[in-house]
């Protein structure tokens, strides 16, 4: 089998590192090597500390800096990761799992438009720069963590009391306390789809995951990973 790039995607607080780190252990079960890596990447390079910067909101609230600014930003960091993810995308026998990519820095971004026709040029504008002129590798599944509100809504309020990561240094994270623009976010997610550009002539893979069952409660974690798992596997 040939590797497997493997994104996951959601809002914040919809659980992605925690499903990127049981589908690594279901890929060392099965037989795999597989490669990890988590965006943005805070603490390396200029771009991260730049990302981590408007985050604290240094650079001023969530409306002050234009969207092009901050997803030059996201981009740069990967661009800045090209070079060690070609390398292992070289290997066979290697999987890539990524948490965050390309279709967050559309969807937190494209967030921030409210004109449709400026919105849609942003997009192709934002596509182009990553996948065309920085030449970063297309995903060969996509998968989309489909959370409730009501969910997402009691993370938040809880990371943004209690939490204390490292690149905040105190504050909040403007990205996570501002409850209306996340709700504008998962509405862009649900867009992704027909951004997703073309892999070898074939469509990208894309999957939603619906996290949450008929009457709005979160299922389990592990009924969640098995979903993932059986888009991957057909398990």
């Known amino acids: 089998m ?16 925690t499903q990127c780190t049981l589908l690594q252990s279901e890929l060392h079960r099965r037989g795999y090597f597989s490669w990890f ?21 240094d650079y001023g609230s969530l409306d002050c800096v234009h969207p092009k600014l901050v997803s030059l930003l996201f981009a740069l960091d990967r661009k800045d990761l090209l070079p060690e993810l ?28 409210a004109n449709r026709r400026e919105k849609q040029q942003f997009v192709e504008w934002l596509i182009d720069l990553e996948f065309g002129q ?7 599944v996509y998968i ?4 409730p509100l009501s969910f997402l809504e009691k993370v938040l309020e809880l990371r943004v009391k209690s939490e204390s990561r490292g690149y905040l240094k105190g504050v909040v994270d403007i990205h996570e ?18 951004y997703t550009r073309e892999n070898g002539g074939s469509p ?8 949450y069952d008929a009457v709005g409660n979160m299922k389990p974690i592990d009924v969640i990973h098995n979903m993932i798992v059986s888009v991957i596997f057909g398990d």
């Open 144 to 147: 989309y963590l489909d959370v």
């Open 204 to 211: 990208v893979q894309f999957e939603i995951i619906q996290c």
């Open 37 to 57: 890596c988590h965006l943005p990447r805070l603490e390396v390079g200029v771009a991260g500390g730049m990302i981590a910067d408007f985050l604290r909101g």
């Open 86 to 113: 070609s390398k292992k995308l070289q290997f066979e026998s290697t999987w890539v799992l990524m948490d965050r990519y390309i279709y967050s820095n559309i969807a937190f971004q494209a967030a921030k438009i």
């Open 2 to 17: 040939r590797h497997k790039f493997v994104v996951i995607e959601g809002p914040d607080g919809s659980g992605k590192t």
């Open 177 to 194: 306390v501002d409850f209306d623009f996340q709700k504008r976010v998962m509405e862009e997610y649900k867009n992704i789809k027909s």
């Open 134 to 140: 920085f030449e970063l590798p297309v995903p060969d």
